[in-house]
């Protein structure tokens, strides 16, 4: 396929309009674009798939602290065919994946049709996976995997005890739920949606409770020992009320803040009953330490319920699946198919 820079592509577009003086909407509209409009890059590619990711979202309605600089097109995954190729490592025509770094941020992401970037973000579509179920895991269940690894190498073992889940409805959630049961261990998924009840059940949960009784700063040092392990999308005082109730030793890996970033905490947890508080970035992980993971999805880790978590979307569903998202109301992995017909 030859590309010409004058060539347009569609693409779900976000523009900044100011209402009055310092106060500014943010209108996502299908729009355009041109291949000469993309910055300059190793790599031309043509996005077969996208997802949605809360970051998304917020890149969508004008979060400063994801995108800046308005119009702006987000999409912080991207799988596709590359197309042109200023480098020996990928030729056209290789399937390719690109998760994380600037992509969707600043630089046009994975809701147009075509993205350029530098070489260092491509990973090599990986053995066992098509490009849909690349973005089936896309960012969100790349990020459970991580989470997931880390608690692993942390000690964590299906003999020692249950393992939580927060936002268990959503992308990293949802993965983690259906990721964990896989691997043997039983689930508790923490949850606000009723309806999604069933469907965690589905994924592998055998305990599924109420995000309200978390939610808030309780006056108790310490909680009843519960979880070996838990996986945190959530932030704020959930996060430390998991950590009160994690049994001697366990550790939770923390990689969201939906509900806040801040959170009320004490010493004690981490002194009387050695748990541990782990950090999970997806966005900036070194190359070396993201192939292998990719690899493990695509092949041990591959998830049998994968296709349970897709949610296909055209690009005219964006603008409602943006909302859906900061409701706190999508289930599972919405997935942006670029050849449906809006
Ligand atoms: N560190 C990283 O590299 C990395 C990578 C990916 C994502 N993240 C972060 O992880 C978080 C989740 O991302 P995602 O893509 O999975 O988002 P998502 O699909 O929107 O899922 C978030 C889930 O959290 C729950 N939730 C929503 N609002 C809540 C609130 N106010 N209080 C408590 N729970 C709430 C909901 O699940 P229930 O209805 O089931 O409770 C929702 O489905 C975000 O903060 C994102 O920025 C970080």
Excluded at 125 to 146: C, N, Q, R
Excluded at 258 to 276: D, E, K, Q, W, Y
Excluded at 302 to 311: D, F, W
């Amino acid at each position: 396929m030859t590309v010409k820079g004058n060539q347009a592509f569609k693409a779900f577009s976000v523009s900044e309009i100011e209402e009055s003086e310092g106060s500014f909407k943010y209108l996502g509209s299908l729009t355009e674009r041109r291949i000469a409009d993309l910055p300059a890059g190793d790599l031309l590619i043509q996005v077969a798939y996208s997802s949605i990711n809360y970051k998304d979202a917020l890149s969508a309605t004008g979060n400063k602290a994801v995108t800046r600089h308005y119009p702006h097109t987000p999409g912080i995954d991207a799988a596709g065919v590359v197309v042109e190729s200023g480098v020996e490592a990928f030729k056209p025509g290789d399937e390719v994946v690109v998760t994380g770094f600037d992509l969707g941020m600043e630089t046009p992401g994975g809701f147009g049709q075509f993205i350029r970037v530098p070489v260092d973000w491509a990973v090599r579509l990986p053995a066992g996976l098509t490009l849909e179920d690349s973005m089936i895991i896309g960012t969100a269940g790349f990020t459970a995997a991580l989470c997931v690894d880390k608690l692993l190498t942390n000690g964590l073992a299906p003999e020692y005890g249950p393992v939580l889940v927060t936002g268990a409805s959503g992308g990293v959630g949802s993965f983690a739920v259906a990721l964990l049961s896989q691997l043997g261990f039983e689930v508790t998924a923490m949850s606000g949606s009723a309806e999604a009840a069933e469907f965690l059940k589905e994924l592998g949960a055998t305990e599924i409770i109420d995000r309200e009784h978390f939610a808030e700063a309780g006056k108790r040092a310490m909680l009843s020992e519960r979880w070996a392990g838990a996986l945190d999308v959530v932030g704020g005082d959930t996060l430390f009320n998991v950590i009160k109730s994690l049994r001697y030793g366990g550790s939770v890996a923390c990689c969201g803040l939906v509900a806040a970033p801040s959170f009320h905490a004490t010493v004690l947890p981490f002194i009387l009953r050695g748990v541990n508080l782990l950090g999970v970035d997806s966005v900036n992980l070194p190359m070396a330490q993201r192939l292998p993971v990719w690899q493990r999805l695509g092949e041990e880790w591959k998830l049998a319920s994968l296709a349970r978590l897709r949610q296909p979307i055209s690009r005219a569903d964006l603008e409602s699946a943006v909302q859906q998202v900061l409701q706190g109301r999508s289930i599972g992995r919405l997935v942006l198919d670029h050849a449906a017909e809006p």
